[in-house]
């Protein structure tokens, strides 16, 4: 009998189960835990957040220390098990595991204790909110938890509030029980009532539904959703943000005022894909209006695989930080191998653009740690069709920043028709030969290139404007083709002729998170090359455009493996 999933929001990440390793929703009573995975693992993260097993979710700041707390079930294949297990981090590189947080006990969530996100309330009291399963049919209820003993920097226990739920669905809205979850950081109006939201959908109409409060422990749902959009499905893991217009810098969740847009995020159940809205939040009105809306469907965190993210204020550094999840592209079988499946993204800082019509995010600066033996070149032409090797740094395991410059646009092909920029660059893969572009990098490239994902610029032209493509072409990443082989694209918003032709790429065995243009647009690939793994693997800057473009600036470093857990 199939009995709930665990949904569980942000940064999840799941273990293979026996029966449907769908990453999120669907775990049946034979869920499995592969005990002792295989000793060969060419695929596995060396530093990318991973528990040992199961997902994560709700990051959190505190005193000194990064939280994660994820769910995780220590005795495998029985549901009442199901527990948020937590790590902590003084430097979001290295993580140290803790005992569990929060696990099922009370009628309101004896069923499953799914996802939910921290707040910081007044005297420096942090408090979790999350999703309670309270029955068979997966109804939702939310729930709060606060720490035993705030004296313990690593707040080892929580405990649950006694009025547990906290806050039911209303039936008489419409709003069915299965679809409540993910209650959001919450944030203090001027009127001194809090405020959280969860993701539900009414029929196709995918909702943020506000809640209030004076106390945290009762909770008044608000007439209106505090945003909805018909035919967008059931909204997981909402997150309500403000961003400064001027500064790099990151706000608490309750900031608002002049200087202040605010950012709506929804992952789409439907889509799989975690969107965001830029806009303004009313704060009399209770109310979010966005500059554009999600007709559109343009603006992603990251176009490839990346969802159930979720951002929290890190107070010690003025700055936002996003974490995300990234599931396996890998066949159900080859889970199963790997014993493991699911990894956290690098935590990257996140701001708006200073055109305040898009987000920017960068990794943060921490994991430059990592970085080790330093390869840099001197500035150099990369001739139309030319392959150069990097050799010095391990490529399977390295962090490269690379900058281009190209000599007017005057070869730019021409885009005779609009074309989504995935379906362009499965289009145009990297073989695919045109002016200006593809260059850019091979990665995880077999020493007689029969695999290698490629990461890479194309410049077109389309009407009178011209474009800055980026793509991961996957189409070549590994001769094993049970994986999913999808080519991911983006247009970047920077001028062609600029400064920002760069590219950013993180690598770490099976996952390519690839910055371009400073961070205007980020994809992430999982690849599992089946000759190019570890020290076979290498690396290339290229170029298959019929134009010479300069690279800038080239540097490259091998990564060291971070402690995790
Ligand atoms: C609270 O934590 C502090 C620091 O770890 C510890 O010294 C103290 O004994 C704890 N108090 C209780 C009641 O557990
Ligand atoms: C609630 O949603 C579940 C899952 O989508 C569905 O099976 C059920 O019929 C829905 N119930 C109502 C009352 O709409
Ligand atoms: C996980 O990856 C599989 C295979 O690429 C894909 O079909 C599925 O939609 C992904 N799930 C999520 C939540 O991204
Ligand atoms: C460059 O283009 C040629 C011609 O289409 C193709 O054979 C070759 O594989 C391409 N190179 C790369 C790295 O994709």
Not at 464 to 492: E, P
Request: net charge positive.
């Amino acid at each position: 009998m199939a009995f709930s999933s665990f949904w569980l929001c942000a940064i999840f990440i799941s273990l293979v189960f026996g029966h449907g390793a769908q990453a999120s929703h669907h775990v049946y009573r034979n869920l499995q835990s592969v005990s002792s995975a295989s000793s060969y693992q060419p695929y596995r993260t060396a530093y990318h957040f991973q528990p040992p097993r199961h997902w994560i979710n709700g990051p959190m700041y505190y005193k000194g220390f990064y939280h994660l707390f994820y769910q995780y079930n220590p005795k495998g294949a029985v549901w009442g098990n199901i527990v948020w297990a937590h790590s902590v981090s003084k430097d979001l590189v290295n993580w140290t595991p803790l005992d569990p947080a929060i696990y099922p006990s009370q009628p309101s969530d004896f069923y499953g204790c799914w996802s939910g996100s921290a707040t910081i309330l007044p005297g420096d009291k942090p408090a979790i909110l999350y999703t309670g399963i309270i029955d068979t049919k997966k109804s939702q209820v939310q729930n709060s938890a606060m720490p035993k003993n705030l004296s313990d920097p690593y707040l080892r226990e929580w405990v649950k509030t006694p009025k547990n739920p906290l806050m039911a669905p209303n039936r008489a809205n419409n709003i069915n029980a299965s679809s409540f979850r993910d209650p959001t950081t919450a944030w203090l109006g001027k009127d001194g009532w809090w405020r959280v939201l969860v993701g539900s959908k009414r029929n196709s109409r995918g909702m943020a539904i506000l809640f209030k409060s004076k106390n945290f422990v009762k909770w008044i749902e608000a007439k209106q959703p505090l945003y909805s959009a018909e035919g967008t499905g059931m909204w997981e893991c909402p997150d309500f943000f403000p961003v400064l217009s001027k500064s790099l810098s990151g706000v608490d969740t309750s900031v608002n005022g002049p200087d202040v847009k605010h950012v709506l995020k929804v992952s789409l159940d439907d889509k799989k894909h975690d969107y965001y809205l830029i806009g303004t939040y009313n704060a009399a009105k209770d109310n979010f209006i966005p500059d554009i809306g999600f007709e559109s469907y343009v603006l992603r965190y990251d176009y490839g695989k990346y969802y159930a993210s979720k951002t929290f204020f890190d107070y010690g550094k003025n700055r936002r930080i996003l974490l995300g999840w990234i599931n396996e592209s890998s066949s159900q079988a080859d889970d199963i191998k790997k014993g493991w499946s699911g990894i956290h993204a690098i935590p990257r800082k996140i701001w708006l653009h200073k055109s305040g019509k898009q987000l920017v995010q960068w990794p943060v600066t921490e994991i430059e740690k990592l970085r080790t033996n330093p390869v840099n070149w001197p500035k150099k032409v990369l001739k139309g069709g030319e392959l150069l090797q990097v050799t010095g740094v391990a490529a399977a395991q390295a962090d490269v920043e690379i900058s281009f410059q190209v000599n007017g646009l005057k070869k730019a092909e021409r885009l005779d028709y609009w074309l989504d920029p995935q379906d362009l660059c499965s289009r145009k893969g990297a073989a695919v030969r045109g002016g200006l572009g593809p260059f850019g990098l091979l990665v995880f490239a077999s020493k007689g290139l029969q695999e290698y994902t490629a990461v890479f610029f194309r410049i077109l032209r389309y009407q009178n404007k011209h474009l800055v493509l980026l793509c991961s072409d996957q189409s070549r990443s590994s001769l094993n083709k049970d994986n999913d082989l999808t080519s991911y694209g983006a247009f970047v918003n920077v001028d062609p002729l600029g400064e920002k032709l760069s590219l950013r790429t993180l690598i770490d065995h099976s996952v390519i998170e690839s910055f371009g243009g400073e961070g205007n647009a980020v994809i992430t690939s999982r690849v599992y090359p089946t000759l190019a793994i570890n020290d076979k693997a290498q690396l290339y800057a290229f170029n298959n455009g019929t134009a010479d473009v300069k690279i800038k600036r080239f540097s490259a470093w091998s990564m060291k493996k971070a402690k995790i857990n």
